[in-house]
């Protein structure tokens, strides 16, 4: 099992930048595929991003493709989101998600939310106009 917790967030003007990270516990964190889903009030949780269990391999939706970077430190059992150029479209909660299954291609990274099996509790993002 792999407990998530996220933090980072909060409110920005548009054109700024965040930064979330998220601290997994769990032995088997580092054969996990990784990544960050998100939910803006009255919407579905969609899919943002995500990184191959090795770092490898990394996948963007196509409305925060350029400007949002996910990464990963095994040793450290974190994964994090640099985002950068906010708009306001991109105010909502933002979950870290694992996928548990082992035994992925080093270069395999989800490209849904459905590819997902778990999620933390979420932290907000708040862009301003």
């Known amino acids: 099992q792999v407990q998530l917790v996220e933090s980072g967030g909060g409110l920005v003007q548009a054109g700024g930048s965040l930064r979330l990270s998220c601290a997994a516990s769990?032995?088997?964190?580092?054969?996990?595929?990784m990544g960050w889903l998100r939910q803006a009030p009255g919407k579905e949780r969609e899919f943002v991003a995500s990184i191959s269990w090795s770092g490898s391999s990394t996948y963007y939706a196509n409305s925060v493709k350029g400007r949002f970077t996910i990464s990963r430190d095994n040793a450290k059992n974190m994964v994090y989101l640099q985002m950068n150029s906010l708009k306001p479209e991109d105010t909502a909660v933002y979950y870290c998600?694992?996928?548990?299954?082992?035994?992925?291609?080093?270069?395999?990274?989800?490209?849904?939310?459905?590819?997902?099996?778990?999620w933390g509790q979420g932290t907000q993002v708040t862009v301003s106009s």
């Open positions: 769990g032995r088997t964190f580092s054969s996990y595929p």
């Open positions: 998600a694992v996928r548990i299954r082992e035994g992925h291609s080093a270069y395999y990274s989800p490209r849904s939310a459905a590819d997902f099996s778990s």
